[in-house]
């Protein structure tokens, strides 16, 4: 067996070199040539930063991992780092001691699951000849209802699990966007390797009448070769090793992967070693060949338009006629399916900046001080690599469905267009937070409080004002290649068996000195490109003009508009560095050797164990917060602010009174007395402090039940009926008095009224002692009608009668005696003695 896949992966190796030798000259052709003529591309608004993910790590945490050699489930830490590689180790104690991994995965041609179900249609559709239903039991059990699958078409599945659904969308985000960073592509900065490695790889693939887009085209050149070996080996050996599987389904199952896994590591292998060494022998020839195409450049460029045209004459009449019959009638419908949901996730972008960008306006109106500053824009540098904040832009391209060209113009999935517009969107999003970095590190520098916040704001505006600029121009870029992706590899399909018999006749036109730098295959296809890019650009041009998604003219803005801003710097700002600069200076190395800062915050939840570790903060790690995300204002307001180093709960500072009841507190305070046996005081009435005053007396009665409750009814009739006969005694009282009063006014009223001056002017004139503001007597409150009398013994009342003989009245001058006949209120025996006196 392992002879055969190395007889295998050699043959591909070797027809693939001949197309990357020949490549590679016909690239290095294009740089030297665009290197010498130059070419102008409009200057973007925004500023561009080179290595954004310096000293930074993308996440770390724990999680529960599938062990095949053991076959069971084990906590592992996981650390992503700014390669986007996840790295296993045993524990966090592990990783923090700089101990080896227990493994690395490199996400790239791989797909993030979230559950059991997608998983087993996947796995069904690899293994054709043993199908598995979905309600059948998989081959493991996840210990949680929230799994976590990594899946590869060749290599070996990783099984993970977590405890909670927070935590599963925060490690699906993370996962999905390490695969999307591993299947962006190869580094266009390599200006010949890069072009030439893809273009061999198409030709290749034509040649084998594959044309279209390819999903496995991710991962670095060793990766690629190897889906590309696989693309054919692994089908044969299907057919050959799964028949003769024995054992159960699930058996069977794992025991393929694990061959799968075998033979792809070991394809691997071979295609990073023989593709070094084809990549070292193009670069040991390629200071020949520069030199070569430096001397002869004019005329390899005339020879090359001469062949341009002949090429040009013969194909432009069947291109013109495929192009007006088949693909005119759906370029704007392919635009259009293409539009819609990269516009909306470009629209999030912004939206997700403005509210950004309106938050560290908000915070430094309070605290404008550098440090405050500092801290914020730290918050928000790594925004574009936070996964989590940028899962709601990924979403909306999610939506792209090109179901009717799948099959018409051999797109394979929509894969490929989905991840390169979320790429450009992170790359958009990280433009224009590192140019609102520079514009406000410019303006830190002698603006303080009112000033600096309009500054932020000025800052705010002019880099929102940018990326709409840039967004647009980005978007119309993206469309015309989405179109040429699709367009370009149906045509030639079409094509090529008409012209492509016809194209070694023209070789014959070509200078032998110049074969290597022109080729006719690669001039066939830019003639058919040049033929339709006139249409998709007229039907870009279209969607512009009419307004539509958002989209600008070129001549909107100038391409000098502010040349200024890219005096700026590059590199990322260090406001972590800037903030700790006085404390690093003091701690010296230290700070030089503390730990990577985190981009994507850890979760915190009440109640986990620490076994888990993914649920545990790392000390010293700084990160995005996203914590509250998804939870209600009341929610937050129940909350209580922690202190993440402490752990210590913070007390809520007091704040101002918000109602009535509060505010009338505050100015009348409320005292509370509670009146225990025995300490009533005669007077009925409170000590006060000085300087108080009283102005409400509320009284509350608690009534405790001591005696059974027939005594106290016995009691409560008695009473009553003791007072009714207290009250017809005195209105008696009363009408006998008035009577007499009307006899003495008519007897002698001259002799009366002067005995009356006399005895008023000596009671009014002596002040009883027992008149105090402290007294208190029987009846509960203080009568104002013996205020200045002299009181006297009280008398019990008897059922007596008392002649109307002996009752003389005493009249005081000047004071006028009014009684009510109708008042029933009772009379006790003092009021009644000080209103008559009786002559014996």
């Not at 529960?64 to 986007?84: A, C, I, N, P």
């Not at 090109?402 to 450009?424: M, N, T, Y």
């Not at 027992?770 to 059922?799: C, K, L, M, R, Y």
Request: with cysteine; proline share 5%; hydrophobic share 35%.
């Amino acid at each position: 067996m392992q002879p055969a896949i190395c007889t295998r992966t050699s043959a591909v190796m070797s027809e693939f070199g001949r197309f990357y030798e020949q490549q590679y000259a016909v690239a290095l052709f294009n740089s030297v040539r665009y290197e010498i003529e130059g070419g102008g591309n409009t200057q973007t608004q925004l500023l561009h930063r080179k290595d954004p993910l310096k000293n930074k790590s993308i996440f770390s945490g724990g999680l529960f991992q599938y062990l095949e050699e053991s076959k069971k489930w084990r906590s592992r830490f996981l650390y992503v780092g700014d390669s986007y590689n996840i790295s296993l180790y045993e524990s966090k104690a592990a990783h923090d001691r700089g101990l080896h991994s227990k493994g690395v995965i490199n996400c790239a041609g791989y797909r993030a699951l979230t559950s059991m179900e997608e998983y087993l249609g996947l796995l069904n559709n690899s293994l054709s000849d043993t199908k598995a239903k979905a309600a059948s039991a998989p081959f493991l059990k996840c210990p949680s209802q929230f799994p976590l699958i990594l899946w590869h078409p060749y290599a070996r599945h990783h099984y993970f699990c977590v405890m909670t659904e927070k935590e599963q969308k925060k490690w699906h985000a993370i996962f999905q966007d390490c695969v999307r960073h591993s299947n962006n592509g190869l580094s266009e900065e390599c200006k010949v390797a890069t072009p030439a490695f893809t273009d061999a790889l198409r030709l290749y693939r034509q040649a084998k009448g594959h044309y279209g887009t390819w999903d496995m085209m991710c991962g670095n050149q060793a990766q690629i070769l190897a889906n590309l070996v696989m693309e054919t080996l692994h089908p044969e050996l299907k057919n050959l090793i799964v028949p003769r599987l024995k054992g159960k389904l699930q058996q069977r199952q794992r025991d393929w992967m694990l061959i799968s896994d075998a033979v792809y590591r070991q394809v691997l292998s071979q295609t990073k070693t023989q593709h070094e060494a084809l990549a070292q022998v193009c670069e040991v020839e390629r200071p020949r060949l520069d030199s070569a195409l430096r001397t002869d450049m004019d005329q390899i460029v005339t020879s090359k338009e001469h062949v341009s045209g002949k090429i040009r004459a013969f194909v432009l009449p069947r291109v013109e006629q495929l192009v007006r019959s088949k693909v005119q009638p759906y370029i704007h419908s392919i635009l259009e399916a293409l539009m819609e949901p990269t516009s909306r996730g470009f629209s999030e972008v912004r939206d997700i900046l403005f509210r950004e960008l309106v938050e560290v306006s908000k915070n430094t109106m309070n605290d404008s001080s550098s440090e405050k500053v500092g801290e914020h824009m730290d918050k928000i540098s790594m925004l574009a690599f936070h996964p989590v904040k940028m899962q709601s832009c990924y979403e909306k391209m999610e939506a792209l469905n090109l179901e009717g060209l799948q099959q018409r113009c051999d797109v394979s999935s929509p894969s490929v267009f989905i991840q390169r517009a979320q790429i450009l969107m992170r790359q958009q999003m990280d433009n224009a937070v590192h140019t609102f970095e520079q514009l406000v590190h410019q303006s830190l520098d002698g603006h303080s409080g009112e000033d600096f916040c309009k500054t932020i704001q000025r800052c705010q505006d002019r880099v929102l004002k940018k990326y709409d600029y840039d967004s647009s121009t980005v978007r119309k870029k993206f469309f015309r290649e989405a179109l040429l992706q699709i367009i370009i590899p149906y045509m030639l399909k079409q094509l090529s068996p008409s012209c492509s018999p016809e194209l070694p006749k023209y070789k014959e036109l070509i200078f032998e000195d110049f074969s290597r730098f022109i080729l006719v295959e690669n001039i066939f296809e830019e003639v058919v490109l040049q033929s339709v890019s006139k249409d998709i650009m007229m039907a870009v041009k279209e969607a512009v003009v009419q307004r539509r998604h958002n989209l600008y003219r070129d001549s909107m803005v100038l391409t000098n508009s502010d040349p200024n801003l890219h005096l700026l710097g590059e590199d990322t700002i260090d406001w972590a560095g800037q903030i700790r600069g006085v404390k690093g200076e003091r701690q010296g190395g230290e700070v030089a050797n503390r730990k990577r800062r985190q981009i994507v915050s850890m979760i915190q939840l009440d109640g986990m164990p620490l076994l888990y570790e993914s649920c545990q903060e790392v000390p010293g790690v700084d990160g995005i917060p996203e914590e509250n995300e998804g939870q209600t204002e009341q929610d937050l307001e129940t909350e209580k602010p922690v202190n993440p180093i402490q752990h210590v709960p913070i007390e809520k500072e007091p704040g101002s009174p918000d109602s009535i009841s509060e505010i009338r507190d505050l100015i009348n305070p409320v005292l509370e007395v509670i009146e225990k046996d025995g300490s009533q005081q005669t007077n009925g009435m409170l000590p006060l402090e000085e300087g108080d005053e009283v102005k409400l007396i509320t009284t509350v009665t608690e009534f405790v039940p001591r005696e059974s409750p027939i005594k106290v009814d016995e009691e409560l009739d008695t009473a009553q009926i003791k007072q009714s006969s207290e009250e017809e005694r005195c209105v008696s009282a009363i009408e006998s008095a008035i009577q007499q009063i009307e006899i003495a006014i008519q007897e002698d009223p001259i002799e009366n009224l002067s005995e009356g001056a006399i005895d008023s002017d000596g009671e009014f004139a002596q002040t009883s002692t027992n008149s105090s503001p402290f007294h208190h007597d029987d009846s509960g409150f203080q009568s104002p009608a013996n205020e200045n009398v002299e009181e006297v013994e009280p008398q019990p009342i008897t059922d007596e009668v008392v002649d109307t003989d002996q009752v003389m009245l005493t009249l005081v001058e000047g004071v006028k005696s009014s009684i009510d006949l109708d008042a029933k209120a009772p009379c006790d025996a003092s009021e009644k003695k000080s209103e008559v006196e009786i002559e014996s």
